[in-house]
């Protein structure tokens, strides 16, 4: 069995969180491949690496000498390794990386030095192989990955080593330039290593025990999500879920490998697997129906109402185009006989409201429109409502019966998402009165 376990920054943010890893790593021999993340911030107030690395470049750019930011980032290495008794020369390699610190240097090489170095250190602690992912991971010059390429160079490099360390966020250009990934950093990473090698599980190691049910900031103690299928992941991130970014999971998607969301400070919860589909849930998944709940604030209702509008073809198109020349995306569209409503980002329609409703109503000959904003939309997400009678039903009545007015209501076609809109001011009751009652 082949694991590939992914740490993140604040798995790695200092020494004892760096004996945490060794401990989990050494628990279980099918973990020969470790993805590693920059040193996060070790206290609220503390800075991740990457962000100082990020604030180097920006001295240098505005010609301010980056010197004292640097020798922060330097002193949390060296205490790292001097912490941990580790014999690599942490200063050498610094020296290096400063030698190159010009105004035009590449940001892509400084910022990705976080996670080499880590990767360096954790090496040597674990007695594993180092990696350099600008050795394997293949960039075009188009930004995207070689997924081929990748994945021989990957594959050749594991056939030697057998158990290997690789930094995480980076790859290189045809040409050997760092490139780093722009969403999802070394999630992906971690995702491409499992997927090149064929891993039984792709292990994602953080702060947190699996996804949560809901946001803990509204309920409680939430429970932990144990089982999520790539659809409901969708939905959920869609909908503000803080998940896995979407570009983590394709590359193991593809080869339906099972990820493994897990606490590194609480190594034996058994945190959430995330997979295409389960043979067969279980009779928890099966008893509660809801796998997450999740919204977004900040949206507004468009609704426009004309006459007999059922019998005009193609009504819906000429608006759908106004909105489009405006770059407004649509989150929903309920509709009437004759009306139909469209529910948009109020950031994206403030600044052009008015001009909008004016081009709708000289384009499209509909004269009453109106708009309503603080609107909030809530996902109630759960692949097990497709085969149960009378959900939307029990659904709306707990909202009815705690004096919550839905605005708007949405189905998705495959039936694993309702969604509702309501008044933003009942953003947290909602949320919360749709745990208690069906997901506690």
């Given at each position: 069995?082949?694991?590939?376990?992914?740490?993140?920054?604040?798995?790695?943010?200092?020494?004892?969180?760096?004996?945490?890893?060794?401990?989990?790593?050494?628990?279980?021999?099918?973990r020969?491949?470790?993805?590693?993340?920059?040193?996060?911030?070790?206290?609220?107030?503390?800075?991740?690496?990457?962000?100082?690395?990020?604030?180097?470049k920006?001295?240098?750019?505005?010609d301010v000498s980056?010197?004292?930011?640097?020798?922060?980032?330097?002193a949390r290495?060296?205490?790292?390794r001097?912490?941990?008794?580790?014999?690599?020369?942490?200063d050498?390699?610094?020296?290096?990386?400063?030698?190159?610190?010009?105004?035009?240097m590449?940001?892509?090489y400084?910022?990705s030095?976080?996670?080499?170095?880590?990767?360096?250190?954790?090496?040597?602690?674990?007695?594993?192989?180092?990696?350099?992912?600008?050795?394997w991971?293949?960039?075009?010059y188009?930004?995207?990955?070689?997924y081929?390429?990748?994945?021989?160079q990957?594959?050749?490099?594991?056939?030697?080593?057998?158990r290997?360390?690789?930094?995480?966020?980076?790859?290189?250009l045809?040409n050997?330039?760092?490139?780093?990934?722009?969403r999802?950093?070394?999630?992906?990473?971690?995702?491409?290593?499992?997927?090149?090698l064929?891993?039984?599980i792709?292990?994602?190691?953080?702060?947190?025990?699996?996804?949560?049910?809901?946001?803990?900031?509204?309920?409680?103690?939430?429970k932990?999500?144990?089982?999520?299928?790539?659809?409901?992941?969708?939905?959920?991130?869609?909908?503000?879920?803080?998940?896995?970014?979407?570009?983590?999971?394709?590359?193991?998607?593809?080869?339906?490998?099972?990820?493994?969301?897990?606490?590194t400070?609480?190594?034996?919860?058994?945190?959430?697997?995330?997979?295409?589909?389960f043979?067969?849930?279980?009779?928890?998944?099966?008893?509660?129906?809801?796998?997450?709940?999740?919204?977004?604030?900040?949206?507004?209702?468009i609704?426009?109402?004309k006459?007999?509008?059922s019998?005009?073809?193609?009504?819906?198109?000429?608006?759908?185009?106004?909105l489009?020349?405006?770059?407004i995306?649509?989150?929903?569209?309920?509709?009437?006989?004759?009306?139909?409503?469209?529910?948009?980002?109020?950031?994206?329609?403030?600044?052009?409201?008015?001009d909008l409703?004016?081009?709708i109503?000289r384009?499209?000959q509909?004269?009453?429109?109106?708009?309503?904003?603080?609107?909030?939309?809530i996902?109630?997400?759960?692949r097990?409502?497709?085969?149960?009678?009378?959900?939307?039903g029990?659904?709306?009545g707990?909202?009815?019966?705690?004096?919550?007015?839905?605005?708007?209501?949405?189905?998705?076609?495959?039936e694993i998402?309702?969604?509702?809109?309501?008044?933003t001011?009942?953003?947290e009751?909602?949320?919360?009165?749709?745990?208690?009652?069906?997901?506690k």
């Amino acid at each position: 069995m082949l694991k590939v376990a992914k740490f993140g920054g604040s798995s790695l943010s200092d020494s004892a969180q760096f004996a945490k890893v060794k401990h989990i790593v050494e628990s279980d021999d099918a973990r020969k491949v470790v993805v590693v993340s920059a040193p996060g911030r070790r206290t609220s107030d503390d800075n991740k690496i990457t962000d100082l690395l990020y604030l180097c470049k920006a001295h240098l750019k505005y010609d301010v000498s980056p010197d004292p930011i640097f020798e922060m980032i330097s002193a949390r290495y060296r205490e790292i390794r001097d912490q941990l008794g580790l014999t690599l020369d942490v200063d050498s390699e610094l020296a290096e990386i400063r030698s190159k610190m010009t105004k035009n240097m590449s940001v892509d090489y400084l910022v990705s030095r976080g996670e080499y170095l880590n990767a360096k250190l954790m090496a040597e602690y674990l007695g594993y192989h180092f990696v350099d992912s600008a050795d394997w991971v293949a960039f075009g010059y188009d930004g995207k990955v070689d997924y081929e390429k990748t994945e021989q160079q990957l594959q050749e490099i594991y056939n030697v080593y057998n158990r290997i360390v690789v930094p995480g966020f980076y790859g290189s250009l045809p040409n050997g330039q760092i490139h780093t990934f722009s969403r999802g950093g070394s999630d992906v990473t971690g995702a491409f290593a499992a997927a090149s090698l064929d891993a039984d599980i792709y292990e994602n190691w953080t702060d947190v025990t699996g996804i949560l049910m809901v946001d803990p900031r509204i309920v409680s103690n939430p429970k932990t999500i144990s089982r999520v299928t790539y659809a409901e992941l969708r939905e959920l991130s869609y909908m503000g879920a803080a998940v896995l970014h979407e570009d983590t999971v394709v590359p193991v998607r593809r080869k339906d490998i099972p990820v493994n969301i897990r606490n590194t400070n609480d190594p034996e919860a058994e945190g959430t697997i995330i997979r295409e589909s389960f043979e067969a849930d279980n009779a928890e998944e099966t008893s509660r129906f809801i796998t997450g709940i999740t919204g977004k604030k900040d949206f507004s209702i468009i609704s426009l109402h004309k006459a007999n509008m059922s019998d005009a073809v193609g009504a819906i198109r000429r608006v759908l185009e106004v909105l489009e020349q405006y770059r407004i995306p649509i989150a929903q569209i309920p509709s009437g006989i004759d009306s139909f409503s469209l529910v948009v980002p109020t950031d994206k329609l403030a600044p052009v409201k008015y001009d909008l409703i004016s081009d709708i109503k000289r384009n499209c000959q509909i004269t009453d429109i109106n708009v309503q904003d603080d609107i909030s939309l809530i996902a109630i997400v759960g692949r097990q409502m497709a085969y149960r009678t009378g959900i939307s039903g029990k659904i709306f009545g707990a909202l009815g019966a705690n004096r919550i007015n839905i605005r708007t209501i949405e189905q998705s076609s495959d039936e694993i998402n309702i969604m509702v809109g309501v008044f933003t001011k009942d953003f947290e009751k909602t949320i919360q009165v749709l745990y208690e009652s069906f997901a506690k």
